[in-house]
């Protein structure tokens, strides 16, 4: 079973919808989440991070921490086409540099 | 300018062949990564470097090396390489501290016939 574990798969909205993504770690030891973007073609980009329990806002992205059910959650409000992209969530241990990355959800905006 | 490069962006090999995917990065970050990404698996750790001549292996070193002689270049060398070795490699360097962001490099795709 992989230590990080992303869900949905994949996920569809509507133009100027809300996307809601989810992970969740199977490791206590992880304490740092960093959420990834990676359009066709391209690598990985690095969205935001958050390792205290509760909201982190920036722009239309809203990251959510649960150090208690080890759950890390990514809402996109206002979702645009060029948000469609595959996301991935990473954890790490504090002050470790290796990463784990679960396997992606797949975002497709419908304008 | 923030950038990490990879070359070359697409190769095809045939099986029991060499292979050495290259890396580059200009922003001086001491830390430097292998992944492969596969389509259901996300991107799995190949091997770390911490600095010049100072590597470790991450989760699926088995079938790669590494080389790091200067600081902004990182080799990965697939000795005799195998078909389950098809997949996209991506680089990422990130600064010192950990749980710093990872830049990544647009990926090499790799064949192995």
């Known amino acids: 079973q992989q230590k990080v574990q992303q869900s949905p798969e994949s996920l569809s909205v509507p133009e100027g919808g809300m996307a809601s993504l989810n992970c969740t770690s199977s490791?206590?030891?992880?304490?740092y989440f960093w959420w990834y973007r990676q359009h066709s073609g391209e690598g990985p980009k690095a969205l935001m991070?958050?390792?205290?329990?509760g909201d982190k806002k920036e722009g239309r992205f809203t990251a959510h921490l649960n150090k208690a059910s080890l759950h890390v959650s990514l809402h996109i409000r206002d979702s645009q086409p060029s948000d469609s992209a595959l996301y991935f969530c990473?954890?790490?241990?504090?002050?470790?540099?290796?990463?784990?990355f679960g396997a992606g959800t797949r975002l497709k905006v419908i304008a | 300018d923030m950038k990490v490069t990879q070359m070359p962006r697409y190769l095809i090999k045939r099986m029991g062949e060499n292979v050495l995917l290259e890396c580059g990065q200009d922003?001086?970050?001491?830390?430097m990564y292998w992944y492969r990404q596969d389509p259901g698996l996300g991107l799995q750790l190949i091997y770390i470097?911490?600095?010049?001549?100072?590597?470790s292996e991450g989760d699926i070193p088995k079938g790669y090396r590494v080389s790091r002689k200067k600081r902004e270049h990182f080799s990965l060398i697939l000795d005799s390489a195998k078909t389950n070795q098809t997949s996209v490699y991506f680089c990422?360097?990130?600064?010192?501290?950990?749980?710093?962001?990872?830049?990544f490099g647009h990926g090499t795709k790799l064949s192995v016939l």
């Open positions: 490791d206590r030891n992880f304490q």
């Open positions: 990422a360097s990130s600064s010192p501290g950990g749980n710093e962001r990872l830049f």
């Open positions: 991070s958050i390792f205290s329990d």
């Open positions: 990473a954890a790490s241990e504090t002050g470790n540099y290796k990463y784990v």
């Open positions: 470097s911490y600095d010049v001549d100072s590597n």
């Open positions: 922003m001086s970050h001491e830390t």
